[in-house]
């Protein structure tokens, strides 16, 4: 994958132009995020994932693992612009993908010449309401993974960027103020705990390091 900013293959982003027609095998954003295409992913997360009896996990674990996933390119995305100086644009039409078997979601989006709320307009909250609304996953898991996903950017560029780590920071911590994500109290950090668990502990994988279901 072609990286030009040196985010490391889990934060790294592709580029082009404003209102450009994707070409293969890019598609996009739109074909994967709306009803029945987010409903055959979640179909096919939960065929992977297994409780530790063998039983198959509830489709709310499935929704919220398909959330996270999803949410987590798209806001690492933001934040690593930001920290860039630059400004994505988040609309869901707007937003290329692809992505090979066994390989990352790849994401390709444009720069705005605005810098807009990524929260209240665009792909993470249509994704976010869209799966909450089909699979009735609590506003509070879906949104806590949307906090872990902006706490988690600046932990991974830690290792990739340290020297975008300081304005990563700004900008994830801007989201954290959104009163969805539990209230808009917490802030990024090596102390960051949310207040919610995103579920994958019940396909036996274990708790994650900032769920709120550790001792």
Known sequence: ??????????LAFDEHAASAAPRAPWQPLTVRTDESALRARVEAVRAQLHSPDGRSVDLRV????????LVARLVSAHVCARALGLSLDLAGDE????QRPGQLLRLSLARSPHQRNPLQHGAIA??????????????????GNVGSAANSTVTLLRA?????????????DELLHDPRIDGGALRTGTNFRRH?????YRAGIGMCGDCVLHP
């Open 95 to 98: 937003i290329w993908w692809q």
């Open 160 to 172: 990739t960027r340290p020297d975008l780590v300081e304005r990563a920071q700004k900008a994830a």
């Open 196 to 200: 919610s668990c995103c579920l994958i």
């Open 62 to 69: 499935a929704a919220s693992t398909e959330q996270f996933g």
């Open 126 to 143: 249509q994704v976010t309401d869209t799966i909450q609304r089909l699979y009735g996953v609590s506003a509070q898991v879906l949104w």
């Open 1 to 10: 994958m072609n990286d030009p900013h040196r985010l490391g293959g889990a």
